[in-house]
């Protein structure tokens, strides 16, 4: 019947009123050796029952993908004297009534109503032209190409596309994500020493300890007091230790994989980047739609009948790159690093960080991360505990003060953790009263300490040393705040503090820049799909143009069919050079990890050192002020000469400042670096959503450092210019090919005019959202779509 599908997996009948009213008759050639089914009882030759052998013959016989194809036929008139049917007679083909010949849109419609969505129907023959079998195949075969039957399940397999890759980066984001919160965890434990370390000062008993001291105990007691404290600085974290090992194991496996898999990628990219003709459940290529001007059977050589085949692109069905599978969340297509990962946090980690996150450091985090990357953040179900100290300024120069005949600024020299330029500064001035302390502070420890939490700032823990009651000499704030067995090195501190840092963060920034190029060939298949299906209305329309009509009205005899096929042939360029693109992008993923690599190779020892040598302590050394002194509880001499003055001295750790100061959350940032990308696909200007904030490295960096990291992302960025240059081009071919192809079939998908549907954003949006619910990470925003959609996108 008219409605039936043509190309339904099971083998097409028409009705033979003329040879044996009602009785189906199979025409369809099935697998090989199998005995081809024939009607006994037909005995006229316009039943067109003859038994066709396997076609086509000219092909190798490793070619085997399509040695049993065969071609089937429907009829649309059960009434009709005479078989096959005429296009003419049958209604569903007659643009008006009373027309004689068939519309070509309409037997187009016929065609690609049974492809699928990414096919491009071929229809061999028009409303006014026709073809016989062997040209139908040449058509077919011509205008595409063929492939081996090992080629074909190549191109269909996991290997032959990105998945594995993608699957084996999330190893590595997760671990260093994992890694990030294991940071926070311990940059919290270090700000919640803030209060105890207040409270170990103020304690009485402790200032009665230092008081009952002799001076050569003192510097051992102090420390005592503040031994809990101190000790969780220099305590190893397990945690981030086992992070980084499982981060090691992941880029190992992750280099693993590409060594393995890309070549079979890009291999892939490369052998099934081309159109060859789709066979149906029955090994049907070719099906016979009507015939147009005689009831000669297709087979016989004069006949002229319009036949269909879909020509499909093997890329576009592998499973990271098909669409026809939007409904199966469990395809390597819906791999998603990004929402994997914080699955993972979410379901592996949050409970063993549960409240280890200090809210207002978290939120320090997390601010510095939306200024630097934009609303890209997404936060995991770690819970965090209330804020824990009351966030300060960070420490700054204090001003030069110098009492009258003190020496301003006293250097201490010979400390055995080598910090030989570090100086005691003096926190009043004038002539030194006697009672000092208590004329500043009213002999206020409280006061005192205070005073010291404004030296230290907001992240570094304030050691008081000495008391109103309790004062030290100057010898033993240099013992207290320089003891090698508590600070670290000014050796170690320069590297957490430069190099250490600029290893992880640049490693980061590195490792977001190839998740995003992992992102962006995504983003690029759907520019592929939407060509391939923008394509097939462009077809649509040529087919009935009066350009096709010149083509052939001007060809000589015999040449009708290879013009024809010639003027089809043309715009396969357009296909030709998103297949193209395609190998651009893998060629850049490529490229990007060989990067990443090395620096991951140049760094690795630096995260390890970094991880073992920067938990420790370290002196506060700002403008290398490292010890303030604060008043002198009696005389008036200066404090290198008096054993009566009060100390304040600073342990710090630049663990606080790499989540505060130098934040850079690896998903984040890889979906910041690809928002430009995905900005042109959607034509939408994200630069005008956000001002400025995204790409501004934070830190020092280094000139030219920012142009160098961008370098992949900018090449992508100009690929996809010229990919979508041609999309437009193919699109002011035909200026109605769109809504022509979206009236062909109500399965198929309004596109926009550069080729772009943003229906495939849409489905695919809502598959991974099923799929990963709260933790998807949207590859694009919706507001960046609602945008697009209203700037002319469907």
Same mark, same amino acid.
Do not use: W
């Given at each position: ?8 997996? /099971? ?30 009882? @037909? ?29 089937? /036929? ?64 040449? /058509? ?148 016979? =739609? ?17 036949? $269909? $085949? ?21 395809? @390597?297509?819906?791999?998603?690093? +990004? ?29 510095? =991360? ?105 010898? /033993?704030?240099?013992?207290? +705040? ?48 939407? =060509? ?18 010149? =083509? ?97 001295? @600073? ?144």
């Amino acid at each position: 019947t008219p409605s039936a599908s043509l190309l339904s997996g /099971v083998a097409m009948t028409r009705a033979a009123p003329s040879c044996a009213p009602l009785q189906l008759v199979c025409i369809l050639v099935l697998l090989q050796n199998i005995d081809h089914q024939t009607n006994a009882q @037909c005995t006229s030759d316009t039943c067109c029952t003859k038994t066709l052998g396997t076609f086509p013959s000219f092909l190798s016989p490793e070619q085997q993908v399509y040695s049993n194809a065969g071609f089937s /036929v429907s009829s649309y008139v059960e009434d009709l004297p005479t078989d096959p049917v005429l296009c003419g007679d049958v209604p569903a083909f007659l643009a008006e009534t009373g027309d004689t010949l068939a519309s070509t849109p309409l037997l187009f419609d016929e065609c690609a109503k049974n492809c699928q969505e990414t096919d491009i129907p071929i229809l061999a023959g028009t409303g006014f032209f026709g073809f016989n079998l062997d040209e139908s195949i040449d /058509v077919c075969f011509g205008s595409s190409g063929t492939m081996d039957k090992t080629t074909e399940d190549f191109c269909k397999s996991d290997d032959a596309t990105i998945c594995p890759i993608a699957e084996a980066s999330e190893g590595v984001v997760s671990s260093m994500t994992q890694f990030d919160y294991g940071t926070l965890a311990k940059a919290s434990q270090l700000r919640e020493l803030v209060d105890q370390a207040r409270e170990q000062a103020l304690d009485p008993d402790n200032a009665r300890a230092i008081q009952l001291s002799t001076a050569s105990q003192t510097p051992g007691v102090i420390l005592d007091i503040y031994a809990d404290i101190l000790d969780v600085f220099g305590k190893d974290d397990d945690f981030q230790a086992e992070q980084l090992a499982s981060l090691r194991s992941a880029f190992d496996s992750l280099k693993s994989t590409i060594d393995e898999k890309f070549d079979l990628f890009k291999e892939a990219l490369d052998d099934c980047n081309k159109a060859v003709p789709r066979m149906d459940a029955n090994l049907n290529i070719i099906h016979d =739609v009507c015939s147009q001007k005689s009831t000669t059977c297709i087979e016989d050589d004069e006949a002229a009948h319009v036949s $269909c $085949c879909c020509v499909y692109n093997p890329i576009s069905q592998m499973p990271g790159l098909s669409v026809s599978g939007m409904s199966d969340s469990t395809s @390597c297509t819906f791999f998603d690093i +990004c929402s994997e990962t914080l699955e993972k946090i979410n379901e592996d980690v949050a409970e063993e960080l549960d409240s280890q996150i200090d809210d207002s450091l978290y939120q320090d985090f997390k601010s510095k =991360v939306e200024e630097e990357y934009g609303d890209y953040f997404q936060e995991t179900k770690i819970k965090h505990r209330p804020v824990a100290v009351t966030p300060r300024p960070p420490a700054a120069e204090f001003p030069s003060k110098q009492p009258t005949g003190c020496d301003a600024s006293i250097r201490f020299s010979g400390t055995e953790t080598g910090y030989t330029t570090a100086r005691m500064i003096y926190d009043f001035e004038g002539v030194i009263q006697d009672n000092h302390c208590t004329d500043r502070f009213g002999n206020s420890n409280a006061q005192m300490y205070t005073r010291c939490e404004e030296f230290c700032g907001g992240d570094a823990v304030p050691l008081l040393v000495g008391t109103g009651g309790s004062p030290v000499t100057l010898d /033993v704030a240099k013992d207290v +705040c320089f003891d090698p067995s508590v600070v670290g090195t000014a050796a170690d501190e320069a590297f957490c503090r430069g190099t250490g840092q600029k290893a992880l963060r640049d490693l980061k920034e590195k490792l977001a820049e190839f998740v995003s190029l992992v992102m962006i060939f995504r983003t690029g298949k759907l520019l592929f799909l939407g =060509v391939l299906a923008q394509y097939s209305g462009v077809i649509r329309e040529k087919a009935d143009s009066q350009e096709l009509r010149d =083509v052939i009205q001007n060809a000589n005899a015999g040449e009708e069919k290879t013009e024809y096929i010639a003027f089809f042939r043309a715009y396969f360029a357009f296909v030709e050079d998103q297949e193209e693109f395609l190998t651009q992008l893998a060629g850049l993923v490529k490229l990007t990890f060989t990067e990443l690599e090395t620096q991951f190779a140049d760094t690795y020892n630096d995260l390890v050192r970094y991880t073992q040598d920067c938990s420790q302590a370290f002196p506060r050394t700002e403008a290398d002020q490292s010890v303030l002194a604060l008043c002198a509880t009696q005389g008036t001499q200066c404090a290198d000469e008096s054993e009566s003055y009060v100390f304040c001295c @600073c342990a710090s750790n630049p663990t606080i400042s790499v989540v505060t100061e130098n934040a850079v959350d690896t998903c984040s940032a890889a979906k910041s670096k690809a928002a430009d990308v995905y900005a042109e696909v959607v034509n939408y200007d994200e630069s005008a959503r956000r001002e400025g904030g995204r790409g501004q490295r934070g830190g020092d960096v280094e000139e030219g450092a920012e142009e160098e990291d961008g370098k992949r992302l900018t090449e992508a960025e100009t690929a996809f210019d010229k990919a979508l240059g041609s999309a437009r081009r193919l699109s002011q071919l035909s200026p109605s090919a769109s809504a022509s192809a979206s009236a062909a079939s109500s399965s198929r998908r309004t596109r926009r005019s550069d080729g772009i549907a943003l229906s495939y954003f849409h489905a695919y949006e809502g598959v991974m959202a099923g799929k990963y619910g709260d933790n998807f990470v949207r590859p694009v925003t919706n507001a960046e779509l609602r945008e697009a959609s209203l700037s002319g996108g469907s």
